[in-house]
């Protein structure tokens, strides 16, 4: 097996890798209009991320979002709770918004967060699909790409060097600075956070960098070309695909039925979209997500597994990355969730992707 | 049913005029439909920058939260340089790309010249198409003669206006009930 695929973490011989991931969103449940406090969200995640840990789920991860109907602003403090409070998951941001943090600051947060969790951090940077956080830290929205090629570069050159001798634009310069602490195995993964579009994959293939494609809804083969598009622009630049780790993130929901899903999942991700981006999710397009070609996995476990699978044969990917608490979803209802990856679809989907 | 007259322009009074007859015809025919006027010459609206519809203040939150509100909008524009005006295009780019979708929209339109005629059916109608409005396909096209002093003096204006608003509620009614028949089915 190639050494950057495991520099990243990733073992293909194990088959793929099974995550969850929370924007750290706290809405309401529309079923009962309550909303539980922002600091019963945060405990709720800490267990949810214990819970993760427990059925054997390879990895976790929390979102930065500055608007509001959020709680997880600070994701790196929560992340270094959850690192205290698991044993074997790996944990990530998803993502962390690079272009308006200081990237030797994100560093020493994450590399701290590593020897908290013995070894388990990564980063996933990203560019903000809201923008309102460029008014809320300083920064000038017009600086947009710009502010993220720059740290982003910079944060991987702290990553790969010890010592730093480093000048840009939009930070002080850096003079055989040494950025500590260093996390347990001299560097982090560090991927890039993709919306789904081609042009942002295309741009995390420049780059060289692994892939974390976040996606809504709609046809799996329509990603497949997204993530060709990386993988050929990564060629472009000289890097080996092969060595470049994809992971996919989207809605996820099982439940004994495919019918019981949608209904359980719909009220959160049609309420939860109208308040944080103010329209709501289609009945139509959300029928459809249980179709075994929709990228979405909703479904009974034996659905859901074998679109997993057949997603896996397409994209070819490492990681699958589950959102399931989106929009207030009772914390029982994750609890069940968990159960079923746990017991039936993590096992399935290992058996069948392990390399032998 | 939330219906907005949009006003499209900051010059001249022509738009503003007719929209002012389509909605009291609205109001005499359907007393119970919820009317909004907006007529951009009164707001000051900022040119899009990017951001989600929600997050902008003053009166331009107030414009696009409005629209995005509304079941219906009847969109009134004058042609200006042979195509829409600007202050309406930046209506459209404030807004998500399918900001229509699930809402009937309806044009008039008013113009100095009759060489203008087909400037909504090749440029209005193709933004709104792609934003997923449902659309009148019949639209209300007024020209310089039929004013006078702000007013409309050609009946067959009045006629075409009064067949523009009985069209938009129509297929709103009918949209929303094709709509609510069609989500029943899905027993989630």
């Given at each position: 097996?190639?050494?950057?695929?495991?520099?990243?973490?990733?073992?293909?011989?194990?088959?793929?890798?099974?995550?969850?991931?929370?924007?750290?969103?706290?809405?309401?449940?529309?079923?009962?209009?309550?909303?539980?406090?922002?600091?019963?969200?945060?405990?709720?995640?800490?267990?949810?991320?214990?819970?993760?840990?427990?059925?054997?789920?390879?990895?976790?991860?929390?979102?930065?979002?500055?608007?509001?109907?959020?709680?997880?602003?600070?994701?790196?403090?929560?992340?270094?709770?959850?690192?205290?409070?698991?044993?074997?998951?790996?944990?990530?941001?998803?993502?962390?918004?690079?272009?308006?943090?200081?990237?030797?600051?994100?560093?020493e947060n994450f590399a701290t967060i590593d020897l908290i969790s013995k070894g388990r951090a990564e980063i996933v940077a990203g560019r903000a699909s809201r923008i309102g956080l460029f008014d809320l830290l300083g920064y000038d929205v017009r600086d947009y790409e710009a502010l993220f090629e720059e740290k982003f570069d910079l944060l991987r050159k702290i990553n790969e060097e010890e010592v730093v001798n480093w000048s840009g634009e939009f930070r002080a310069p850096l003079k055989n600075a040494k950025v500590l602490p260093r996390p347990r195995n001299g560097s982090i993964p560090i991927w890039r956070a993709v919306g789904g579009t081609r042009a942002s994959a295309i741009k995390a293939g420049f780059a060289g960098a692994p892939m974390f494609m976040a996606h809504l809804g709609g046809p799996a083969s329509m990603f497949k070309g997204t993530i060709e598009a990386?993988?050929?622009?990564?060629?472009?630049?000289?890097?080996?695909?092969?060595?470049?780790?994809?992971?996919?993130?989207?809605?996820?929901?099982a439940a004994e039925t495919s019918q019981q899903a949608l209904k359980d999942m719909y009220p959160h991700i049609n309420e939860g979209m109208k308040r944080t981006n103010g329209q709501g999710f289609p009945k139509q397009h959300f029928a459809q997500g249980i179709d075994p070609h929709n990228v979405m996995n909703i479904g009974s476990p034996q659905e859901i597994i074998e679109k997993i699978l057949y997603q896996h044969e397409l994209f070819g990917h490492q990681r699958y990355i589950?959102?399931?608490?989106?929009?207030?979803?009772?914390?029982?209802?994750?609890?069940?969730?968990?159960?079923?990856?746990?017991?039936?679809?993590?096992?399935?989907?290992?058996?069948?992707?392990?390399?032998k | 049913m939330k219906i907005v007259g949009l006003s499209g322009s900051k010059v001249g009074s022509k738009t503003r005029t007719a929209m002012n007859y389509t909605v009291k015809s609205l109001a005499e025919k359907y007393p119970d439909t919820e009317v909004t006027v907006i007529d951009l010459a009164e707001y000051d609206v900022q040119f899009s920058d990017g951001r989600n519809y929600m997050e902008y203040e003053g009166d331009t939150g107030f414009v696009t939260q409005t629209i995005m509100e509304a079941d219906a909008i009847i969109i009134g524009t004058p042609i200006f340089q042979a195509s829409i005006p600007a202050t309406l295009k930046n209506i459209f780019d404030l807004l998500p790309v399918d900001a229509f979708r699930d809402k009937v929209v309806s044009m008039l339109v008013t113009a100095g010249s009759a060489k203008h005629y087909l400037i909504a059916e090749q440029q209005l109608k193709p933004i709104l198409a792609y934003m997923k409005a449902q659309m009148v396909q019949t639209y209300v096209f007024i020209e310089e003669e039929d004013f006078y002093r702000k007013e409309i003096i050609n009946d067959d204006v009045f006629f075409r206006i009064e067949r523009l608003v009985e069209d938009t509620v129509v297929l709103t009614e009918t949209f929303t009930k094709i709509r609510e028949e069609k989500e029943a089915q899905y027993d989630f």
């Open positions: 097996m190639n050494n950057l695929m495991e520099k990243y973490g990733i073992n293909p011989r194990d088959g793929i890798e099974f995550g969850i991931y929370t924007l750290g969103d706290h809405l309401p449940n529309p079923i009962t209009g309550e909303r539980i406090s922002a600091e019963e969200r945060i405990h709720e995640i800490i267990d949810y991320a214990k819970l993760a840990d427990q059925a054997g789920i390879d990895f976790f991860s929390v979102g930065e979002s500055h608007q509001e109907y959020f709680a997880t602003q600070a994701h790196a403090v929560v992340l270094s709770a959850i690192a205290q409070a698991t044993e074997n998951i790996k944990i990530a941001s998803s993502s962390t918004i690079i272009s308006t943090s200081d990237p030797v600051r994100v560093y990386y993988r050929e622009a990564a060629r472009s630049k000289g890097f080996d695909p092969a060595e470049l780790p994809v992971a996919t993130a989207g809605f996820f929901y589950a959102q399931i608490d989106f929009g207030g979803v009772p914390f029982d209802r994750l609890q069940k969730n968990i159960e079923l990856i746990g017991t039936e679809i993590l096992p399935a989907i290992k058996k069948y992707t392990a390399k | -």
